[in-house]
């Protein structure tokens, strides 16, 4: 004796959230019903293992007939065959979308293309997150990635409109696209402390004040490319390292300010020159797309380690980010101030994001 | 030309994608209807076509406008080769024939394929003008109103309830035509659903027809269904009873008694004065029956109580006068009878007195005399002409006179709760009828604002000889004119029917436990819904009977012999069941039993579904006590005594858990000493008397108090085991296939539909017992994941379930159950039990406007009654003459019959009571309203999809319907031959049946409603042929599209909003 046919369907879908997350996560069905067990619903509800077979079997059915409308978040408001309640939606959506840090760490910045997706196995392994589970998350990157792509507007609100998620996902997702369009570099053992959260909070930063979008609100273009015209500006801030008279100047504005007010002023005294050619070079070689890519990592090297090294807190980071940049204004022969403001904007808060161990 | 048809194509989305080159779709689109085709332009390269086509308008008859359905095919245009169908919608435009009903089709409305199932969806506007057309010879019903509710429709009032219609079509199946040797699977699934779509259509206009004739304009209670046949080809046929409906036009039902005190001549001249014209009078054959319309509304207008029972005195004493003799006069009643015919061959849809409904108004249902069925085996490769219906129509009139004939033994003129049902294996047919026999007041129709009156006024009513008369006229014996003394508070309805001396199974009778002076039986079987103002002790339960029977594989006459001789024992098994489950919960009553027996080749399958109660008025049940064979044994004994006990331990837990605790101790001191001694020594004697077939299913099994199981061999054993076996409800939960819980009155707004269905491979060689224990965790583990799904909604009752057994191919059962979960307050729960008697008399006053314009037109009942009734064994055997196949058995099953006696207190305990929760709605106000989404035809609109709601039940709880729009009956089939890809058989059936919903809620959206009531799947044929990676799947949905307003909604809107509330779209909100 077998089961040969079970189904249930509802005029309004049922909709276990428990078993959407275990399915979200790339259980097996049989592991699912392992899970819940455990979980004790069966004496909660009076029901047989048996029971609960069949009640995830067809949830899972329907979470797999519905998956291609998530696909379209859209569509899942429009669509007449299954009859959910706004709020039910809003949550599958949501979910769908959700990912795992411990993931998306793994694929930031790469380029989302088919070749990463073979190598979702060893991600997989590497951090225990099912393969399935990596598929839907990467698959959900590409396609939100490849919808925004051709948009125009601001990234994060684009993403908002079209996927239907809320705030913070969206601005997850926003960095997500931003990474893998700049591909920068996130992989490298030297970033492997930084968090998904860093890198968004840094991406978020960038999107704002580096892109087009940010001069220009009203501009069509996409929030996604860095502005060209910005990068090309940087060079000029060249000077602030190749001018030796500027340099000094700079050091003692910095020193003047500093002095007393931090326990690691000689070594910042000692470092100032190279931690200032470390900025600025990072600057002046944005406009090449390589070097966007290790912006990160020159951040890292060339700034954060070596203040790690002297034992640098975060307040000594933020005063002296504060009086470096703010002294370089009073240079008399530096004239790019906007460039230097909008630069220094971002690579202080980015900076004093990714200082910690 | 009575009818110009008008559709406008707007636009379509969601379109799949029909060129792989450029990932888009050129569609256009075709219109059809009858043999006209219009077609719009090419959208080119979209999948959110936009066409905004002119009208096509379509000059056509009424009577094609109510056989056909308008075919919308959406197609991808191909310069270089054939076209390439994307899919079809029908649209039944039934609806739009009626004034009352839906006035305009518009929405969003899925593309279906039979392959691919739904693809996109189409925006359309479908409108009819229609031309009045008077002509007395026409072939059109347009305008009559279909309702598969079986109940009066809520926003209506009956003024007359005219009889029973039925109609029968036959078509060759476009599967087994020889054509469908070359042609593709899709267009052979086509040509068969426009071919279903077409004979529903024309079955629904004949209907219509006889209602006019009958001088109707409603069916209530419409069921239709289809029996494929195969071979011999596909039967469509329905039934349903014809009643002339008003609308009740004044809006909150609050404003509706002042008018109480002289309805009469308000309401009814009015309507009458409206419909002579429509009705042809003189048309019709000059029969008393016509006079007798006019005699029962002269009354009402003449408002005098002498002339009114006098009038129909006339009208009705040449029908009615032979019956007169009583019970000693059915001998000489067959000859009459005879003759009584020929003179009403013209009528014979009026032939027999029954009634597809459930719920009947208050004060309509006098008595219920038990349940009656029937059933037949026949070979349909015995048919003559399988092209015509006259064979199929023959088989139904044996069975139907069958039914009439048992009513007739228990004393009853007429049959409630009626339904017929096949069940095809190969070329056997299994035909059967069941309903519950009873005796209908007739007195509301020459008597009604009278009868009112008296009830406000709270007086005993006084006699009406002539009426009862007239009711009774056959039986006449004294218990039936006795009960007309007690109808006025409604207690009357339930004393027995049938004459105490002359009972026609042995049955045991006892005083009524509350009014004390009739008889009343001491169990009762009924398949209608409990009566709303039945009085119940504690709470209800769902009762399944369940059982299997293998038989040979055998051909021809000899498996037909073999499953008639199987029929009887089955049907004594399940009853025999169905007692000791009723027994084990300590209840005495079952409604809503349906009793479905189903064929396969090598087994026959039986689940009988009811809903136990404790009836009040009923002695309660004794115990069961289980004696065994070989008493000399002592562990054997032991054994015996740990059964009893555990049985015993049962029946108190079930007490509780169902609140039975009748008041007995003290309704036996009020009570009037009973002759309780010489009760039984009579019962004793039917008892030992019976030895005829009836005796088979006699399940009273004489004493009273112990019912006694005999355990004299391991059957009997595992029957008692499996008894144990059926798990209880998990706490939260109560279940029922009836509309109503008893106890239950607070329901919220939440309610959730669903089907579920499950497939079962049995293994090979298995025994009657092995097969049993199967079925039966089958429907149990199947309850069970019910409860489980439905957690989240506790407490919760499970309303309405209604179970399908089916045997789709050897060694497979199928069960499909369809049912809604209702939640309620469980606050409330105690209290308002105990309020409702002080709370309820206002709503009894409230009430008495649809009881007194409630009519029955009688005259097919008092008529047809007069055929007497033969012996019982004798009528098995008699149509076989008449008929044109070999016919095997006609079982009447007849089983247990039982009458109640109700106690109505002065309350009425209605189903609308649930008003009470009104202020519970207002936590979810979804959005109902229905959203017009002409505009927004772009996919990122954000206009979200109407709700709409579908419920089995013929009303949502806390709301109110205020307007009906039409009937949905639809038909698809599902076909696919890469099943594998699709999810296998789960994943392709669970598809379809969303796509079913999703396409019924999608054309009530179009008609401008947003519920679906009394909402039935009535066939779900699935087959499936793995080794291919094919299945198909064919479904039969019905109901009634419905306008619903919360009550809390209605509170706050002016009277007469039905189009603005319905207008305002908060679509929108769901977003």
Partial sequence: MSVELDVFVGNTTIMDKEVYQLWLNGYTVNDAVKVRIEGGVMEECEASAEVLLSDTMDQYRTFQMCERLLHHPAKLANQLLFQIPPDRQAMLIERYYAFDDLFVREVLGKKLSKGTKKDLDDVSTKTGITLKSCRRQFDNFKRVFKVVEELKGPLVENIRQHFLLPDQLARDYAAIVFFANNRFETGKKKLQYLTFQDFAFCAGQLINNWTLGAVDNMMEDMDVDLDKEFLQDLKDLKILITDKDLLDQHKSLVCTALRGKTNVYNEMEANFKNLSRGLVNIAAKLINAKDVRDFFIDLVEKFIEPCRSDKWTSIDMNLYLTHYTNSAHILDTFKHHAVWTRYMGVIKSCILRLYHD | ?????????????????????????????????????????????????????????????????????LQITVLDHDTYSANDAIGKVYIDIDPLLCSEAATVISGWLPIYDTIHGIRGEINVLVKVDLFNDLNRFRQSSCGVKFFCTTSIPRCYRAIMVHGFVEELVVNEDPEYQWIDRIRTPRASNEARQR??????????????????????????????????????????????????????????????????????KDMKEPVFGEEAPGVPLSSGPPTPLRAQTFSSFSPSKSYSRQSSSSDTELSLTPKTGMGSGGSAGKDAGPLKALLKQQTQSALEQREYPFFTLTVFPPGFLLHVGGVVSARSVKLLDRIHNPDEPETRDAWWEEIRQEIKSHAKSLGCHAVVGYSESTSICEEVCILSASGT?????????????LDTELRLSQQPLCVFSTGSER????????????????????????????????????????????????????VLFTTIDLPTEASVTGKGCLIQARLCRTKKKAQGEVNATAISNLLPFLEYELHTQLMNKLKLRGMNALFGLRIQISVGETMLLGLASATGVYLTALPSPGGIQIVGKTPSDITYEQHISNMQKKINDTITKNKELYEINPPEVVEEIIGSPIPEPRQRSRLFRSHSESSDDVSEIDLSHGKKDAFVLEI?????????????????????????????????????????MFTSVRVFRLNANLTNQGLNKIFSDLCENLLKSLYFKLRSMVPCC???????????????????????????????????????????????????????????????????????????????????????????????????????????????????????????????????????????????????VAVVKMTPLSFIPGAKIIKYLGIINMFFIRETSSLREEGGVSGFLHTFIAEVFAMVRAHVAALGGNAVVSYSMKECVFMENPNKNQAQCLINVSGDAVIFVRESELELTSVQPQSATTQTSNGGEGT
Avoid at chain 2, 32 to 50: A, H, I, R, W
Avoid at chain 2, 253 to 259: E, F, I, L, Q, V
Avoid at chain 2, 739 to 750: F, H, K, R, V
Wanted: charged residues 20%.
């Fill in chain 2, 471 to 522: 009711v009774e006229g056959d039986m006449g014996s004294s218990a039936s004119l006795g009960f007309e003394e007690v109808v006025s508070p409604g207690c009357g309805f339930c004393h027995i029917p049938y004459d105490e001396l002359n009972i026609p199974f042995p049955a045991q009778l006892t005083y009524c436990y509350c009014c004390r002076r009739y008889k009343v039986p001491d």
């Fill in chain 2, 712 to 752: 004299d061999d391991t059957d009997a054993v595992e029957d008692i085991h499996a008894l144990l076996t059926d798990s209880p409800t998990p706490a939260g939960f109560y279940s029922c296939n009836t509309e109503i819980m008893p106890g239950i009155q607070n329901w919220t707004s939440a309610i959730q």
């Fill in chain 2, 195 to 264: 071919l279903i779509f077409l004979m529903s259509g024309e079955l629904q206009r004949k209907i219509g027809l006889k209602v006019l004739e009958m001088g109707g304009n409603a069916v209530v209670g419409y069921l239709q269904c289809f029996d494929l046949e195969g071979e011999s080809g596909l039967v469509v046929r329905a039934i349903g009873t014809a009643c002339t409906l008003e609308k009740i036009s004044t809006f909150p039902a609050t404003a509706t008694h002042p008018s109480n005190s002289s309805p009469s």
């Fill in chain 2, 437 to 449: 026999a009873a005796i209908l007041s007739s007195r509301f129709m020459q008597d009604g604002p």
């Fill in chain 2, 798 to 944: 499970l309303c309405h379930l209604n179970f399908t057994v089916a045997i789709p191919e050897d060694e497979l059962i199928q069960v499909a159950v369809t049912a809604v979960a209702l939640s309620f307050d469980k606050e409330q729960t105690l209290e308002n039990g105990k309020q409702s008697g002080e709370k309820t008399p206002i709503k009894a006053i409230t009430e008495n406007d649809e009881q007194l314009q409630f009519n029955l037109e009688l005259n097919a009942e008092t008529s047809s009654s007069s055929i007497s009734p033969k012996g019982l064994s004798e009528v098995g055997s008699h149509p076989s003459a008449r008929a044109p196949s070999v016919d095997y058995s006609s079982f009447a099953d007849r089983c247990s019959s039982w009458i109640e006696q109700l106690k109505l207190k002065a309350h009425t305990i209605r189903r609308g009571s649930v008003k009470t929760t009104s202020s519970m709605e207002k936590a979810s106000p979804l959005p109902e309203g229905r959203s017009r989404s002409l505009r927004s035809n772009r996919s990122y609109s954000g206009s979200s």
């Fill in chain 2, 1 to 69: 030309m009575p009818g110009k048809l008008k559709a406008k194509i707007v636009a379509g989305r969601h379109l799949p994608v029909m060129d792989r080159a450029s990932d888009l779709t050129d569609a256009f689109v075709e219109v059809k209807f009858g043999n006209t085709t219009f077609k719009t332009d090419v959208y080119p390269k979209s999948l959110n076509p936009q066409w905004n086509s002119e009208w096509f308008k379509f000059e056509v008859d009424d009577e094609d406008l109510q056989d056909e359905p």
